[in-house]
């Protein structure tokens, strides 16, 4: 569901974009941390907020970071 918003973001169309690996964080909802492999070789980690039910929100992105590679470590950002 974020796939839209960190093209938008990072000014790029991901013929990939596979989670591979994340963490959660629980604030006034639930951050996700998240390694998206978007091709052969690179990632980004995303910064995803899930809002508490009662708001009737969809996920979206708070944050990325680019230029990962598969043996990054996932850690809060």
Do not use: W
């Not at 998206?36 to 990632?43: A, G, H, R």
């Not at 009662?54 to 970071?65: C, I, R, V």
């Amino acid at each position: 569901q974020v796939k839209p918003q960190f093209e938008s973001q990072a000014n790029t169309n991901c013929a990939m974009f596979t989670a591979t690996k994340y963490r959660t964080q629980v604030v006034a909802g639930i951050m996700y941390f998240i390694k998206v492999q978007v091709s052969d070789s690179d990632y980004v980690h995303l910064k995803v907020l899930q809002s508490l039910p009662y708001m009737n929100q969809g996920p979206s992105l708070a944050g990325f970071q680019t230029g990962k590679t598969r043996d990054d470590p996932l850690e809060y950002f």
